[in-house]
């Protein structure tokens, strides 16, 4: 059975100044933003850099993910992969 990529992407490296507004218009050319979410530092209620945006299909994802990682957005070079969604047994966390 073939793996499929999936539609949620994790995008990291961006500035902490970036909106979620900010990041669904960045990623919205490439297809339907279902969602996107910036992770929140508890402390300083700042964003921490990185986020999911999470598309409506997987073809859109893939489109995203070639034409966004390694991009310079607000003067920072920005990486995209496929969210990971599964734990498997033998992964590590500390």
């Given at each position: ?38 992770i ?7 964003p ?6 999470t598309?409506?299909?997987d ?30 047994d033998n992964?590590?966390?500390?």
């Amino acid at each position: 059975m073939a793996k499929r990529l999936g539609s949620q992407l994790f995008v990291s490296r961006l500035s902490s100044f970036t909106s979620s507004e900010q990041l669904r218009k960045l990623f919205s050319p490439f297809g339907n933003v279902t969602e996107a979410r910036l992770i929140m530092d508890r402390r300083t209620n700042r964003p921490k850099g990185f986020g999911f945006v999470t598309y409506q299909s997987d073809v859109e994802a893939q489109k995203a993910l070639k034409a966004m990682n390694g991009r310079m957005i607000d003067r920072r070079l920005i990486f995209v992969e496929v969210a990971q969604t599964e734990r498997h047994d033998n992964d590590t966390y500390s």
